[in-house]
């Protein structure tokens, strides 16, 4: 395996070790709305945003590369 996909799986597994730890419920206000979540929900959506993000923009990257080569 290569080292990006090993550290990436280590990063992984360290935050879903670190969401199960955290599973109470949590209050989140947002505007005018107010839910009360657990917060493994909170953690590991707000890490597959990040990695959405991150996909999102290095996808832009790779096209914006090949279109000016």
Do not use: C, H, P, Y
């Not at 990063?11 to 917060?39: A, P, Y």
């Amino acid at each position: 395996m290569k080292a990006k996909t090993i550290i990436s799986l280590v990063f992984v597994l360290i935050i879903v070790i670190f969401s199960l730890q955290n599973s109470e419920i949590t209050d989140v206000n947002f505007l005018f709305w107010k839910i009360s979540v657990s917060r493994i929900l909170i953690i590991l959506g707000s890490f597959s945003f990040g990695v959405l993000v991150g996909l999102l923009v290095s996808i832009k990257r790779k096209t914006t590369k090949e279109t000016t080569e």
